[in-house]
């Protein structure tokens, strides 16, 4: 009889920078090794020092930590863009006799630039048996976790308009067949369809400033054209409190509604909650058993 491989999973993450001294190195290596004019670098800085920098580093920990114990399996860390970064956390896991493991990015909608590239960065890194999970956009549990985010938001109050968002990608990944648009609307109606919401729409938050069109709409600028003067965020491409949330939600979309004399508010990150690490569980045994 041939014996069961030792499975552990990593869970993986955009990274953030340690410190403030630690920008400029963790900008430069997502620009592929090329530095950042000093105009970005402080611009980027100045964000960082608006929510005092990033947890997502500790918040990535707290999930894996949570998933292991809920999974019963050994659970590691690697992040793409700073320490630990993905070959750290799959060295990690065959110091500790892991022989087959699932990569687990904590991203729920999958695009060649984002999800794909964990997928190559931990194929360089792993040999051994290797179970990427490609996303959970449509996965019942993960779906269930988000409308329990929205449920306890519109508990509190009921907004005229409700936007889902996403990290905005360049609009070239639409004409490459990228499935990253078609499925945050999936996620986004699979969500709705479960309840009764306020009127809704998709936006994208976040898109940079790289000389190329980016994918739209932009959320302020949807919610300046929706006329609305109370709106909830959802938003569903993100898992975690980090720079997209805290600073492009919380610092420049407050300033945008106080500017506008409107109202903006976002559900809950969900972070280490018991029902999005029970979601993760749940993606990862499906993942598992597929395999089997």
């Not at 938001?153 to 968002?165: E, H, M, N, Y």
């Not at 976040?206 to 932009?218: C, R």
């Amino acid at each position: 009889m041939s014996r069961e491989p030792s499975t552990g999973i990593l869970c993986m993450a955009y990274g953030s920078p340690p410190t403030e001294a630690d920008i400029a190195a963790y900008f430069t290596h997502i620009r592929g090794g090329r530095p950042p004019s000093p105009e970005a670098l402080e611009e980027l800085t100045q964000r960082y020092r608006a929510i005092h920098g990033s947890p997502l580093t500790e918040i990535t920990r707290a999930q894996a930590a949570a998933l292991s114990e809920r999974a019963g399996l050994p659970a590691f860390v690697g992040m793409k863009h700073a320490s630990p970064f993905i070959a750290d956390g799959a060295a990690e896991a065959r110091r500790n006799g892991v022989e087959r493991l699932v990569g687990l990015p904590l991203a729920p909608h999958y695009a060649r630039m984002s999800l794909g590239s964990y997928q190559r960065s931990l194929r360089e890194a792993w040999d051994g048996e290797l179970v990427f999970v490609p996303g959970f956009h449509d996965h019942p549990a993960f779906i269930g976790a988000v409308q329990a985010l929205l449920r306890e938001a519109l508990a509190a109050s009921r907004p005229d308009r409700l936007f889902f968002t996403a990290h905005s990608l360049p609009a070239r990944i639409l004409e490459e067949g990228d499935p990253y648009r078609d499925q945050l609307l999936e996620s986004c109606r699979l969500v709705a369809s479960g309840m009764e919401l306020p009127e809704w729409e998709f936006a994208f938050q976040s898109a940079s400033h790289t000389g190329e069109p980016w994918l739209g709409p932009d959320l302020l600028d949807a919610v300046e054209r929706s006329g609305a003067k109370d709106v909830l965020v959802c938003p569903i491409g993100f898992v975690a409190d980090h720079l997209e949330i805290l600073y492009d939600l919380d610092v420049e979309a407050q300033a945008f509604a106080r500017e506008k004399g409107i109202r903006i508010r976002r559900t809950n990150s969900f972070n280490a909650r018991p029902e999005f690490v029970d979601a993760l569980a749940q993606v990862v045994g499906d993942a598992l058993v597929r395999v089997a």
